[in-house]
């Protein structure tokens, strides 16, 4: 590879989607390889401090809050990502001709990014950061498919029409399977267990499963040292809805209702300060804040109350935390059925409209994680199937395999 030749990484605005990257783009990097990492001008420090070249997406409408806002809809996210191609490839194409890169690696929904290794024929890498849910049997309930038909309705002409539009531009080769995601490469790196990832025909042997890419080395059982009082004799639980879902202020009401005189202590991060002056005062066994060191804080926590998100599951099980599941859509109840599947936590609230759980609901079922070593046991099994799995070492020898 000549030295001029960079590794371009396309990304979508989601700290979800960003997150496993920043570690193999570090590793990278401490290799002496020059990477572009393509996103909007949101994640701009958080990329930099990877120690990567960081380069923002053209103004195209396409921001953090607007894919935070379209994330509840999966055909809403489907339009958008149709749409951002038809703004973003042709902006793609023209970095490619100018850095002839060695190597593209691109998001599983980065559709430009797929698209563009497809037009110039270069080794590409997808970066997929969910499980794989295509092709495993029975993954959806009825009421699932139905509630998806719902939001799709008002969607289908734009999917169609933008598809149509992508199509006529640049040719049929840039959509080469009917589904758009995950958009996938010549390696697929996907960061989870084989262990953890259900079975489906439609894995083959260019999919490779890394575990969660997590640095333990950067983080200390010791580094509680946040401003937080946190009772080394009482069993902690950590409570948090992500980056996109923490304005749910019913949910950190109900947990509040559940829990005030429980026995454990209770760290909740709450999202942001406007959300804190919407919520009612929490109980005297409750830490709240707006954001939380979420690592730090799972290496002292005996269960993990989350939404279902790829990185909070993946997170508390790495730490072999067992898990209570509260989804807040489609993607994340597939999620937390996995995790109910492999008995390494509960789930709730994985019917349509996603999420609704009421305080004995909640509390039960964090008193039967905390009281049942079984769930703890299975969280550590999968927790072990993670760091055997490579990590972010192993992505980043995956792609400089690709490097030629």
């Keep these: 590879m000549s030295a001029s030749q960079p590794i371009l990484v396309l990304n979508v605005p989601a700290h979800g989607h960003i997150n496993p990257t920043l570690p193999v783009v570090a590793e990278l990097a401490s290799r002496r390889h020059r990477l572009i990492y393509y996103d909007t001008e949101d994640f701009r420090a958080k990329i930099e401090e990877a120690g990567v ?28 990502i149709l749409e951002q191609s038809l703004q973003l490839l042709p902006f793609v194409l023209g970095e490619i001709d100018r850095e002839n890169p060695s190597v593209l690696v691109f998001d599983s929904i980065a559709l430009w990014g797929m698209q563009a290794a497809r037009l110039r024929r270069l080794p590409s890498v997808s970066s997929i950061s969910t499980l794989i849910h295509e092709g495993v049997p029975d993954a959806m309930t009825a009421r699932d498919v139905l509630h998806l038909l719902r939001d799709a309705l008002p969607v289908l002409l734009g999917i169609a029409r933008r598809r149509r539009g992508l199509v006529a531009r640049f040719g049929p080769q840039v959509f080469p399977r009917k589904s758009i995601a995950p958009c996938l490469g010549d390696t697929n790196i996907v960061y989870t267990s084989r262990t953890f990832q259900p079975d489906t025909t439609f894995i083959d042997d260019t999919f490779r499963f890394v575990g969660p890419s997590i640095r333990p080395a950067t983080h200390s059982r010791a580094n509680d040292s946040h401003g937080l009082d946190i009772d080394p004799d009482r069993p902690c639980v950590y409570l948090s809805l992500g980056t996109i879902y923490h304005r749910a ?6 947990a509040f209702e559940s829990f005030a005189g429980h026995s454990a202590q209770f760290v909740a991060s709450a999202g942001d300060e406007a959300n804190l002056r919407d919520l009612p005062p929490a109980p005297a066994n409750f830490i709240v804040r707006p954001y939380m060191p979420q690592v730090d804080i799972l290496h002292r926590a005996d269960a993990f109350v989350n939404h279902g998100g790829m990185n909070s599951i993946s997170e508390g099980l790495y730490f072999a935390v067992p898990l209570v599941v ?15 599947e492999v008995g390494a936590g509960i789930l709730l609230g994985d ?15 964090v008193d039967r994680v905390l009281g049942q070593p079984v769930y703890a046991a299975c969280a550590r099994r999968i927790g072990e199937s993670f760091r055997k799995s490579g990590g972010y070492a192993e992505a980043a020898s995956l792609i400089e395999a690709r490097l030629g």
Excluded: H, K
């Design 351 to 365: 019917r349509p409209p996603y999420g609704r759980v009421d305080a004995d609901q909640l509390r039960a079922a």
């Design 53 to 80: 070249e960081f380069r923002a997406y053209p103004a195209s409408g396409l921001t953090a809050s607007d894919f935070a806002r379209r994330a509840e809809s999966l055909p809403d996210v489907t339009l958008l």
């Design 249 to 254: 202020t019913n949910f950190f009401r109900t």
């Design 326 to 340: 509260v989804p807040q859509q489609i993607e994340q109840a597939l999620n937390g059925r996995r995790v109910a």
